[in-house]
């Protein structure tokens, strides 16, 4: 089994940056693909970034495409969203997942994280 924990989220004001912390605990980080992914009420979740097993290929949503950076540390069991130039309509809860392989499906992953809320005033 395998546990994750989301943090760093908070709110903040439009333009400004955030990174957001998944620490992963119970399986070794290095085998799972990691993603990130995002959900408003009343509406599906979102894909926003994922990273592959090796960490060598990355993926991100064009909406967020050169604004955000999903990275990890294996030594820490962590994965990391850095968020850039956050938009109103990015107010989400956001969540990190973890799978096989780094898909933009939220079906292929298997664990998932309680989620932490990122609120943008415009």
């Known amino acids: 089994q395998v546990q994750l924990v989301e943090s760093g989220g908070g709110l903040v004001q439009a333009g400004d940056s955030l990174r957001l912390s998944c620490a992963a605990s119970g399986r070794t980080f290095s085998s799972l693909a990691m993603g990130w992914f995002r959900q408003v009420p009343g509406k599906e979740r979102e894909f926003v970034a994922a990273?592959?097993?090796?960490?060598?290929?990355?993926d991100y949503a064009d909406s967020v495409k050169g604004r955000f950076t999903i990275s990890t540390d294996n030594a820490r069991n962590t994965v990391f969203l850095q968020m850039n130039s956050l938009k109103p309509e990015e107010t989400a809860v956001y969540y990190c997942?973890?799978?096989?392989?780094?898909?933009?499906?939220?079906?292929?992953?298997?664990?998932w994280g309680q989620g932490t809320q990122v609120t943008v005033s415009s």
């Open positions: 997942a973890g799978g096989v392989t780094n898909s933009r499906n939220p079906n292929f992953y298997n664990y």
């Open positions: 990273v592959s097993r090796s960490g060598r290929t990355t």
